[in-house]
C-alpha cells in the first residue's frame, strides 16, 4: 500500500520539498504519493498543487484547513513546512489524527514546547521525525566515517565559524525577530546538529552574543525591517567526551564571507568544506613529527559506503567530491530526509534525526543564547529540562 503524505506549509520550504519528491521520482525511489497539500493561504496551495503536478505526474488535492484535509484523506503522514511557531499546533493535531510528522528544523520554536511535541508523538505511537539536511550531505558523511575509524586519533577540538550576511535580511524578514526564534537560532540548530553527529552529545556550554543590527535591509531596495534578535554568537562547548568546540557564528559579517569548520585530533586533523559545495575533504594526519596532506582516503574506510538512495541521487556511493548545481544539491538532501522519513515507518524504527535529537540541536542554541544572561556555563540538560530557561521566557513574553 502506498504512503500517503501531506505537505503542510506551501511557502518556500515547502516547494523545495516538492522538487526533493521530483528527484526522487527521477530515481525511482519515491516510496510515496503526495496526496495533498495544505496551507491557510489558498494561493500558496495552488501553486505548489500545480508544480507538484508538473514535476510529479499528479496534482494533489488542495486544502486551506488541516482539520478539513485529515477528515477528507486517508493520511499516513505529514510533512510540516510551516514556519517554527507552527509546528506544535500542526504536529499536536497530525499526533491526534494518528499521522506520523516530519517536521521542518527547528524542531519548534521553544523547548517547552519541543517537549510537548515529543511527548505527544511518544503518546500517540507515531513517528517524529526533524528535517536536518546537512548531516546527509556525502563529504559530511565521509567526514564522519573518517572520525569513527580513527583517521584523525582521537578528537579534542572542533571548530564551526562562519561570517556572512552584513545588515541585510537573511532568505525573509521574520527570521530577524526574536519572537520567531531569531536568525542565530534558525542557522545554529544546523552547526549545532553536525557537531554532534560529529563528535556524540554536547554536555555544557559558555558564550556570549550580540545584535549588531537592529534593523535589516532588503538586498534590492531600501526597505528596512526591524531586528530585535540576536546575529551574533561566540562560544565554547564542551562534549560529553570530553572534547572541546569552539563556535563562532556571526550573521551581521561585513567584508569577505567566512567559513571553517575543522576536527583536530591527536593524530591529524579534518577540514570540512562548506555544506552542500561538493568540495573534498583536507585530511592531514600526524607521523613522526611531522603532517602529512592525504589525498586519497577511501582506503582509510574501506567498509563505508553511502546508503542506497544517497547514492542514487548524487551517482555513486563512494565519493570524494561531487559536481552539482546548488539547487540540485538541496533537493537531494531533502530527497533523503524524506525517504528516510518513510522508511522508518514502514521498518518502525526511528529516524535518523528523530524528535529527541532535534529537539537536542535546539537546546544547544538556546544554552548558547542562555549562558550569557545567567553568566555562567549552562548545562543542556538544564534547558532540556527547563531549570534554566530565562531566554525562552523572554521569547515568550515577545509571542
Known sequence: M?????????????????????????????????AAVCDVMPANAAKAAEMAGDLLGRTPQQFENFSDMTRALDLDGVIVTTTPEMHLPVGLEAFAAGLHVLAEKPVTLTIKQG???????????????????????????????????????KPFLAVQSSSSGGEFVIITPWRHLKSRGGIVMDMGV????????YLGPIDHVYAMNGIVDTQRRERDGDMLHPADAEDLSVGVARFESGAIANW????????????????????????????????????????????????????????FALDAVTASLFGG???????????????????????????????????????????????????????????????????????SAVYEAQMEETL
Open 190 to 197: 544546523h552547526y549545532s546538529d553536525i557537531l554532534e553527529y
Open 115 to 153: 517537549r510537548a511535541l515529543v511527548e505527544a508523538a511518544s503518546s500517540a505511537n507515531c513517528k517524529l521525525a526533524v528535517a536536518e539536511n546537512y548531516r546527509r550531505d556525502p563529504i559530511n558523511r565521509l567526514a564522519r566515517a573518517l572520525v569513527d575509524a580513527g583517521a584523525i586519533g
Open 317 to 387: 556511493d563512494r565519493m570524494l567530491s561531487y559536481d552539482l548545481p546548488w539547487a540540485d544539491i538541496d533537493a537531494n538532501l531533502l530527497a533523503i530526509e524524506q525517504a528516510d522519513f518513510v522508511a522508518a515507518v514502514a521498518e518502525n524504527r526511528e529516524p535518523e534525526v528523530n524528535g529527541v535529537q532535534g529537539l537536542r540541536s535546539l537546546a544547544v542554541v538556546f544554552a548558547f543564547l542562555e549562558s550569557e544572561l545567567v553568566n555562567k556555563p549552562v548545562t543542556i540538560e538544564e534547558i532540556l529540562s527547563g531549570s
Open 248 to 303: 563562532m557564528l556571526s550573521l551581521a559579517g561585513r567584508g569577505e564571507g567566512y567559513f571553517h569548520r575543522a576536527l583536530y585530533g591527536t593524530g591529524g586533523s579534518l577540514v570540512i568544506p562548506g555544506d552542500r559545495t561538493g568540495k573534498p575533504l583536507r585530511l592531514s594526519q600526524r607521523r613522526d613529527g611531522q603532517d602529512v596532506p592525504l589525498e586519497e582516503l577511501l582506503h582509510l574506510v574501506p567498509d
Open 2 to 34: 502506498t504512503f500517503a503524505l501531506a505537505l503542510v506549509g506551501c511557502g518556500g520550504m515547502g516547494r523545495r520539498h516538492i522538487l526533493g519528491m521530483k528527484r526522487l521520482h527521477d530515481v525511482g525511489r519515491m516510496d510515496f504519493e503526495l
